[in-house]
């Protein structure tokens, strides 16, 4: 067998330098051996989902490099961010290795890692055991995250309880409506879960803006079919706009903070109904020859209501009519949206001429 010069001018026989070679090739760690791959953009889906309590939903994590290639062997942070704070753990996840949870400040994390498979993705699940808000996070670099690593962001929205952490949206009904100076307003207000299902036992506040500005407002807890009515008092005229909100578990309280289901009802107080006022001409007086029937007389009646405006009067005998000699009385009356009606009188007298 031939021999092989190696480094120093040493020479072994052909057979021994293989082993050789091969035994360093084995010691050599297979992380040195491949070269590290950045990662560019961290994919995460589903992007919304919802779910019944306790109920998991499985979530895919993806790494890619620059190039848009997939990333195999690539450790990448979850965090799972309830808006649900209680004792007893609100998520519960699986696929998660080295899962941490607690609660903090008014919410509830979940931190773990996974590590992407051969075609670059991996997948991990999750169930909140209260109706609440997850917002799930996936990211690559330090934690914790700090906005400027290759990230991605889901929601996932909880239902299948009743009170004021269930209730993800709220209508109203009407949304607009007219009503007289002290006689109160209401709105009646239905609560919805994430799967548009009714909430019952949600207690929801209030609050006036405009021309009833801080007035006391009232609203009931919310029935089996979610309903609940909302009132208030009205001493003033003018436009309000009640804002009916519930305080998600996270929210300070009592007062509404942006990103809580709300409802806003416009309500117009009016001026108390009074009937309109219709206006006559002043007693009108004609004359004719003997031997005609009469004179035909015209005339104009107005009517005017503080709420719905001008009117126009119905009169009787009407404008154009013939009358005949003697005295008519004429009456002119009008009704409002309310129901009430006004009338004037006046005469028309028709003298014959010898």
Request: proline residues 7%; aromatic residues 6%.
């Amino acid at each position: 067998m031939s021999n092989i010069l190696l480094a120093g001018g040493k020479r072994v026989a052909a057979r021994a330098a293989i082993v050789a070679l091969s035994a360093l090739a084995v010691a050599v760690p297979a992380s040195a051996a491949r070269a590290v791959v950045p990662v560019s953009s961290v994919s995460l889906s589903p992007a919304v989902a919802t779910a019944a309590v306790n109920v998991a939903v499985t979530y895919t994590v993806g790494a890619r490099d620059a190039m848009g290639a997939w990333v195999s062997g690539q450790a990448i942070n979850v965090e799972l961010q309830s808006a649900a704070s209680s004792a007893a753990q609100p998520i519960s996840v699986t696929g998660l290795a080295g899962a941490v949870s607690g609660g903090t400040s008014g919410a509830w994390l979940v931190t773990g890692t996974v590590t992407t498979g051969v075609g670059g993705t991996v997948s991990f699940t999750a169930a909140a055991s209260v109706p609440s808000s997850v917002v799930v996070r996936a990211y690559v670099g330090a934690a914790p995250f700090n906005g400027s690593q290759p990230s991605n962001t889901a929601t996932l929205f909880t239902s299948g309880s009743t009170g004021n952490a269930a209730v993800f949206s709220l209508s109203a009904s009407p949304l607009t409506a007219p009503q007289a100076v002290g006689a109160g307003q209401s709105a009646t207000v239905r609560a919805y879960d994430v799967l548009g299902g009714s909430v019952a036992g949600a207690f929801p506040s209030a609050f006036v803006t405009g021309a009833n500005a801080g007035a006391i407002t009232t609203c009931s807890i919310t029935d089996l079919t979610g309903l609940t009515t909302c009132t208030y008092s009205n001493p003033n005229a003018g436009s309000d706009t009640l804002t009916v909100y519930v305080n998600l578990p996270t929210g300070m309280g009592p007062f509404y903070e942006p990103g809580e289901p709300a409802v806003r009802v416009t309500r117009i107080s009016q001026a108390p109904a009074l009937p309109p006022t219709v206006t006559v001409p002043a007693n009108i007086t004609r004359s004719v020859r003997v031997g005609r029937p009469g004179e035909t007389v015209r005339f104009a009646a107005t009517a005017t209501d503080p709420i719905d405006g001008a009117l126009t009067p119905t009169c009787l005998p009407p404008s154009g009519t013939l009358f005949p000699a003697g005295i008519t009385t004429v009456t002119c009356s009008a009704t409002n949206s309310h129901g009430l009606t006004a009338s004037a009188t006046f005469t028309i007298t028709v003298l014959v001429r010898v």
